[in-house]
């Protein structure tokens, strides 16, 4: 998949939340970007990480100052009117937990298809030990389906109030050989272990 030709527009709303989260960020969790430079890739592409806190998708926000993410997020943050309303300005694909939901991979494709950023957390709820113990099979598969670039992020440690916590970018995680072998469940599997090992070795060399 080809980057974006053009930038996509800034929407008001996301613009503002980002700032007002960003100092909230920096007045009491604060965090240290070990390689800024790798988080500002022209879109579109997928963007994965372990998953410890309810802050990690606003630290991933806050960082990404070149797009605004598109998170897959779970479908129980919708029921109330009012988070409903903020979630849907903050571009957020609702999805049903443990399911095939189709019309939330459905939008997430249309997503990457426009020259968005997609904001995966592939272990599906927040987990603490192991990084990428566990993955969902739904970000192989839109990987495998699009073609978009694979970009792991990796949380060193549980953001903390303030307690410094350090995020990473790795290497893009390459696939074409599998996406060769055609879209099935044992190229998905195949990617995921690829994944996992990804985080292996990330959490080697990085946990804190």
């Known amino acids: 998949m080809q980057s974006a030709l053009k930038s996509q527009p800034r929407t008001p709303f996301y613009q503002f939340a980002r700032r007002l ?3 909230f960020c920096v007045l009491f969790f604060p965090y240290r ?13 997928i963007l994965i990480a372990n998953h410890q806190s309810l802050l990690d998708p606003i630290i991933l926000a806050v960082i990404l100052k070149k797009h605004e993410i598109r ?16 979630f849907k300005r903050l571009h957020m694909i609702a999805v049903t937990r443990h399911m095939s939901d189709l019309s939330a991979m459905r939008a997430a494709a249309e997503a990457l298809r426009q020259g968005h950023v ?17 993955i969902e099979s739904g970000v192989s598969f ?24 350090s995020i990473v970018a790795g290497a893009m995680i390459p696939y ?25 070795k990330m959490q080697n060399k990085y946990k804190q």
Not at 71 to 86: C, H, M, Q, S, V
Not at 118 to 134: S, Y
Not at 177 to 194: F, I, M, P, T
């Open 21 to 23: 989260l960003s100092v």
């Open 33 to 45: 970007v070990e390689n800024p430079q790798d988080f500002q890739l022209d879109a579109p592409f």
């Open 71 to 86: 998170f897959i997020g779970k479908r129980e943050l919708t029921k109330n009117r009012i988070l409903a309303w903020i």
């Open 118 to 134: 997609l904001g995966i957390f592939p272990e599906g709820t927040r987990r603490t030990g192991k990084a990428m113990e566990t």
């Open 142 to 165: 839109l990987a495998l389906r699009s073609g978009a670039p694979l970009l792991p992020v990796y949380f060193c440690s549980k953001p903390g109030l303030l307690k410094r916590t």
């Open 176 to 200: 074409d050989d599998l996406s060769a072998k055609g879209l099935d469940k044992s190229s998905a599997e195949a990617l995921n272990r690829r994944i996992q090992e990804t985080y292996v």
